[in-house]
Structures are given as C-alpha cells and as structure tokens.
C-alpha cells in the first residue's frame, strides 16, 4: 500500500505532508504507518516507516526531525538534526534540508510556514498545550528567526474533533478558570459530561495571536480507523497500545 499524504494549498510550495496511517510496515495494533518510537511497536519497524516518510520528504531519514513530546509550550529552534531529542513540543528553523516533524494520535499537529521568508515550524498541541500556549510560543520563535507574523500560514492536521471528545466537569473548569469566554468550545454532552472542540479552540488561539491565516483540514482521528491512529479509540477499545501519525514540513 502507497503512502497517503494530506496537503495544504496555504503551505505550497513547501514539500510537507499530514501523513495517515497507510502505506507503513506495522502490523497488529500498530498496523500502517506507525512513526512513534515510544509506542512498543518493534523499533526496526519504526525506523522503516519513518524512513518511508523521510523519502517522501526527499530527505535521508537522519533530516527528519522530532521530539520528545511532553505536553508543554516549549519551542526549539533547529540548525541541524538532533543527536538525542530534546524534551519540547515545538520546533521551528530556517535551515534548509531538515523536515520538522510532529507525532500524534489525537492531539493537533499544526505546521507553519512563511514561504517569503524562509521559516517554518511545527507544534504539538494537544489541549494542554494549546491552553499553556504552544501555539504562540512558536509564532514568537518563528518571527525571532526572521518570519513575519503576518506572513505565516499555519494549519491543523487530523485531529480528534468536538463530536468525539468527550470530557468531564473538572476539564471545563480548567478552561473557564483561564477565560469564561472559552465556554463557547463545549457542548453538552451526556449527563455532566461536554464535548470539546479542540481543533476549534487551536484555530482561535492561532487567530487571536495575530496569525496570517489559520485553517483545520477537519479530519476526525477518532472517526476513521481505517486512516488514522487514536489514543482515545484506543482506550475505548481496551487495546494496548496505538500508533502515532506523523506531519512533516521542510523547506
């Protein structure tokens, strides 16, 4: 099976890709293209897929790059490949030949791009995140290296949508104790349950933050097995363990 690589017309001409799980060497739970080596996935088999992306990337897989992803609002900036990952959820560079790449399985991957002045970046944001500001974190490292904020184009790949997140009244708290007006990202659920509209609240902090332009593919990770992993699937479904999707950008 092929590799299937989503695409934004906002980030053309670079080469960057929302990559789904097919075309990877995985099997079992993992099945497809599994890039996470903090899955239990065999390692060799991680390294194969992540080899088929670099390619696709028209890059050694040694230029594609990652993180060690914690959730947090720490940025990185990228002059060459890591020897160890760094523990951070964001990266950006101006550097030509590296691919900037985030893993998810839910949570948002957002790549960024200022195709006039050279500088990309990507982000891990999953709520936590996105709430503690990774997204303006890296918006800030961006125009550092030289982007205009103005200029940048960033876009949110699968994710898990509002129809399918499911949350309680302690997670609702969090975001009104932050801002009340973040009560409009909730609906009601079941009981006293919510659904969360995570990729919606991402596209508001990117566009309150001053973003040039802002947009989700509207991609469901939970809704659609068949192409994407997800931790919460996963969970429902009682399995060990799941896979991670991966987006790339490169300049």
Known sequence: MTLEILTADTLAPLRHGFFTRHGGASSGVFNGLNCGPGSSDLDEVVQINRARVA?????????????????????????????????????????????????????????????????????????????????EATLDAMEAIGADRDNIAAVIGPTISQRAYEVGPEFFETFIAENPDYSRFFAAGRDDRLMFDLPGFGLHRLRTAGVGHAEWTRHCTYSDPGRFFSYRRTTHAGEADYGRLISAIRL
């Open 55 to 135: 390619a696709a990337m028209n890059l050694k897989p040694t230029s594609l790059v990652s993180l060690r992803q914690v959730h947090s609002a720490d940025v990185v900036q990228v002059e060459r490949p890591f020897d160890r990952p760094p523990p951070a959820d964001a990266m950006v560079t101006a550097t030509p030949g590296i691919a900037l790449a985030v893993l998810t399985a839910d949570c948002q991957p957002v790549l960024f791009a200022d195709t006039v002045a050279g500088v990309i970046g990507t982000a891990h944001a999953g709520w936590r995140g996105a709430l503690d500001g990774v997204l």
